[in-house]
């Protein structure tokens, strides 16, 4: 629309320069302008406006019939609603509508105006501007198209914390309808919301003019996590949520399948290490407890049937620390004050697993008073799992795992990881169980084979056998001990080639031989192994073994002089040592190797001696004792020599005692058999 020149004419410069940037600025934006005429009903349009309703001048009747027409009939009524209200308040006409050009293209419209009053008071005209907003509102369809279609929930508020938009998805995210949302408050709608990280965020978000993104929380009516991205606008603040409830479900779970994971690793290494290496059932227990806490629950105890079929509680765990002392205590008091239907002895007799949801309810409410009913109610558990350990058909404990009222009960999962937790400890228990009696056994059964050592006036004679820790099967080692006929007093350290039933047969045969053999007068170490060859070849055994014989001879003049011999002969075995009255340690090595026994029995075998002041201290001992795979010969020997010079002067039962615990502290990997002397000073 072309600037009218003519009503410029006289006008002051300052205010023609103003009207043309005015009608400037009204034609840079499309805006045509009207004048309603109350009294005689003229309406009166510019050009512009004209255009934007399909008008060319000349087919406009000026008639509000005429505007009507080409308005969209869905949206006249609501459009001649504003006029009349802006007639009668003598107020605002603002309204947004369709019109439909005569081609049958649709355009969107803005319309607003203000009513002009009479002497009289009443309005008698209406002046306007209307420009067109279908541009704006196909902009505005799209987006909205694009939010509707999103599968991430969307709302906007403006700076009144009003809800001004909502999608689809926000709609069935929030549970209402936008009817309900639009206009209303957000505090006031979810009123949860307030103090929470939502509010927190979301004024935090407005106030910074920066983009929030958070995790959080609402609890019920919607008790839904949701991932939010808050972004703050001129117009007040526009949140794109997700409902993660799903996801942060399915991680949890998956973090508690890890955990659950490695906790049934952790318990295999706790039951399968210690127990194998000799510790205490109790102690198993006890880190037992610490394992499932805080995986499978608040806090545990451990109980434990003896062989004797007697119970006790062993061990006992809380995830808080100071709880721990009123657990340990609970657990000293509990199994003497529940009744016999209680949970943990159901499933002791009946060998099932046992959930219970309310704990108090169905032991809490039977303790008598006192201490123990104190103790339980300051626990404070929800629910428990109680898991008998069984293993074989024999029930050797059990697991007692609760919850507190802030955790969920256990699961299906959790009990399943709680069960497989039971088998393996059960299943450890009974092989700890078994490998003790086998041991037990086989140790019998060796000692059963090997005899006391002869009380002596002049000496003092200690023996000791070791097992191996690591297998419960009898062995070869043996030591002997006994007096000739002419008085002298021989000492044998063996060691049969093998680990097992067979070994222990030929050490039996081995032994009763060389018992027999040597129960001559006058027969020294050498002669003893070679008729102990021969016989051994001559009676088909085939086994071959190392040993050493010794002979503890004196002589009248060597009496006289406080002094001793000892004449031995080594077959192939780990030479023994002699630990001086003064205090020096001697390894008696002899002149060179011979070969063990079982290999060629017509060998040469030689006897070597020593002599020595009384006082002294002659020590027999297996490979066990000085060798291994933590300890090569050489370095054990060494090792052995040192400990005798540094506890040489203990009573002869703790020096023995002494050097097997100096040498394998950590336990033993073969059977251990020594014999030691130590001869007293004479009259």
């Known amino acids: 629309m072309s600037l009218d020149r003519s009503r410029l004419h006289g006008v002051d410069p300052e205010l023609e320069a103003a009207l043309i940037r005015s009608d400037l600025a009204i034609e840079a934006a499309g805006i045509g302008s009207f004048d309603w005429d109350l009294r005689t009903g003229r309406l009166t349009w510019d050009d512009r406006l004209m255009a934007i309703f399909g008008y060319a001048r000349g087919e406009f009747d000026e008639t509000i019939d005429a505007f009507e027409s080409r308005c969209h009939p869905h949206d006249v009524d609501r459009v001649?609603?504003?006029?009349?209200?802006?007639?009668?308040?003598?107020?605002?006409?603002?309204?947004?509508?369709?019109?439909v050009l005569p081609t049958g293209e649709i355009r969107w419209v803005q319309g607003r105006g203000r009513a002009l009053t009479g002497p009289d008071g009443t309005a008698v005209r209406l002046l306007g501007a209307g420009f067109d907003t279908t541009a704006h509102r196909h902009a505005d369809a799209?987006?909205?198209?694009?939010?509707?279609?999103?599968?991430?929930?969307?709302?906007?508020?403006?700076?009144e914390w009003r809800f001004t938009y909502v999608n689809a998805e926000a709609e069935r995210v929030l549970g209402r309808r936008r009817e309900e949302l639009l206009g209303g408050s957000l505090w006031e709608l979810y009123p949860a919301a307030v103090g929470s990280d939502f509010e927190v965020n979301y004024r935090g978000a407005v106030s910074t003019g920066r983009e929030r993104v958070f995790e959080a929380h609402y609890p019920a009516p919607l008790d839904a996590w949701y991932e939010i991205r808050a972004s703050p606008g001129p117009d007040g603040l526009s949140v794109y949520f997700l409902d993660v409830t799903e996801r942060r479900a399915a991680e949890r779970r998956a973090r508690g399948s890890a955990a659950?994971?490695?906790?049934?690793?952790?318990?295999?290494?706790?039951?399968?290490?210690?127990?194998?290496?000799?510790?205490?059932?109790?102690?198993?227990?006890?880190?037992?407890?610490?394992?499932?806490?805080?995986?499978?629950?608040?806090?545990?105890?451990?109980?434990?049937?003896?062989?004797?079929?007697?119970?006790?509680?062993?061990?006992?765990?809380?995830?808080?620390?100071?709880?721990?002392?009123?657990?340990a205590r609970y657990a000293d008091l509990r199994l003497a004050s529940i009744r016999p239907d209680a949970p943990v002895l159901q499933a002791l007799a009946s060998g099932r697993t046992l959930t219970v949801e309310d704990v108090g309810a169905v032991v809490g409410s039977t303790l008598p008073p006192g201490e123990p009913s104190e103790l339980f109610w300051a626990l404070a558990p929800q629910s428990a799992v109680t898991l008998p350990l069984a293993a074989r058909g024999r029930t050797l404990g059990a697991l007692s795992v609760y919850r507190s009222a802030d955790r969920p009960r256990a699961d299906a999962d959790d009990v399943a990881a709680a069960q497989e937790v039971a088998a393996r400890v059960a299943l450890a228990l009974d092989n700890a169980r078994l490998y003790e009696q086998q041991r037990r056994l086989a140790e019998g059964l060796q000692r059963s084979l090997l005899t006391d050592p002869p009380s002596l006036e002049a000496a003092e004679i200690v023996v000791r056998y070791r097992p191996a820790v690591e297998v419960a099967e009898v062995g070869g080692d043996w030591y002997d001990a006994f007096v000739q006929p002419d008085g002298a007093t021989v000492l044998v350290i063996g060691d049969v080639v093998g680990h097992d039933t067979e070994a222990a047969a030929a050490m039996g045969q081995l032994r009763g031989l060389l018992r027999g053999i040597a129960y001559r007068p006058d027969t020294g170490p050498a002669?003893?192994?070679?008729?102990?060859?021969?016989?051994?070849?001559?009676?088909?055994?085939?086994?071959?073994?190392?040993?050493?014989?010794?002979?503890?001879?004196?002589?009248?003049?060597?009496?006289?002089?406080?002094?001793?011999?000892?004449?031995?002969?080594?077959?192939?075995?780990?030479?023994p040592l002699l630990l001086h009255a003064d205090g020096r340690v001697e390894e008696l090595a002899g002149t060179r190797p011979e070969l063990?026994?079982?290999?060629?029995?017509?060998?040469?075998?030689?006897?070597?001696?020593?002599?020595?002041?009384?006082?002294?201290?002659?020590?027999?001992?297996?490979?066990g004792l000085v060798e291994g795979r933590d300890l090569p010969l050489d370095d054990g020997i060494a090792g052995l020599r040192a400990a005798l010079a540094e506890l040489g002067d203990q009573p002869l039962d703790r020096l023995c005692d002494a050097v097997i615990e100096r040498l394998r502290p950590a336990g033993l990997q073969d059977d251990i058999a020594l014999v030691a002397i130590r001869l007293h000073p004479q009259d």
């Open 80 to 99: 001649r609603a504003a006029l009349q209200g802006a007639i009668d308040t003598c107020g605002v006409y603002d309204a947004e509508f369709r019109v």
């Open 142 to 159: 799209r987006v909205a198209r694009v939010l509707e279609t999103m599968t991430a929930a969307f709302f906007a508020v403006d700076r």
């Open 260 to 327: 659950r994971l490695a906790l049934i690793a952790a318990v295999s290494a706790v039951t399968g290490g210690p127990l194998s290496a000799g510790a205490g059932e109790a102690v198993v227990l006890q880190r037992l407890a610490e394992a499932v806490v805080p995986v499978l629950g608040d806090w545990a105890i451990t109980s434990l049937m003896s062989e004797d079929r007697r119970m006790r509680d062993v061990g006992s765990w809380h995830r808080d620390p100071a709880a721990r002392t009123t657990v």
């Open 527 to 575: 002669r003893i192994l070679t008729d102990l060859d021969r016989a051994g070849q001559g009676l088909g055994m085939t086994t071959m073994a190392t040993a050493v014989v010794a002979r503890v001879e004196q002589s009248a003049q060597q009496r006289a002089a406080g002094l001793t011999s000892l004449r031995w002969s080594n077959a192939g075995h780990p030479p």
């Open 596 to 623: 063990m026994l079982g290999v060629d029995p017509a060998a040469a075998r030689t006897d070597s001696v020593v002599t020595f002041a009384r006082g002294a201290t002659v020590l027999l001992y297996t490979d």
